[in-house]
Nanobody
Framework: QVQLVESGGGSVQAGGSLRLSCAASGFIFSTSAMGWFRQAPGKEREFVAA????????EYADSVKGRFTISRVNAKNTVYLQMNSLKPDDTAVYYC?????????????????WGQGTQVTVSS
């Protein structure tokens, strides 16, 4: 079955960096777009970044453009989210997501499978 396992979350001070990883299994990773979403307490889940199956197309939320970078290594069935210049507003649970075989997606309703999430806490 489809499994997505996030790692790399933690607590950092503002201005710091973290790299999230998502290890995927149970589907053909190299033909599936991948996304990262986040959810802060009391807020709705929001889009962070997406990457096409081949990695040539990426998209970012305005709030993270220039600070976050999404990438993937298909040979390792892994997608990454490099987060730099972190701000307290970035504090949230970060989720990796996919729909097997989907070329592209930016909305949460387009994604069928979600990881368990990894907590990112940024202190001022």
């Amino acid at each position: 079955q489809v499994q997505l396992v996030e790692s790399g979350g933690g607590s950092v001070q503002a201005g710091g960096s973290l790299r999230l990883s998502c290890a995927a299994s149970g589907f053909i990773f190299s033909t599936s777009a991948m996304g990262w979403f986040r959810q802060a307490p009391g807020k709705e889940r929001e889009f962070v970044a997406a990457i096409s199956w081949g990695g040539r197309r990426t998209e970012y939320a305005d709030s993270v453009k220039g600070r976050f970078t999404i990438s993937r290594v298909n040979a390792k069935n892994t997608v990454y989210l490099q987060m730099n210049s972190l701000k307290p507003d970035d504090t949230a649970v970060y989720y990796c997501t996919t729909t097997p075989g989907m070329n592209w997606g930016l909305r949460p309703e387009e994604y069928n499978y979600w990881g368990q999430g990894t907590q990112v806490t940024v202190s001022s």
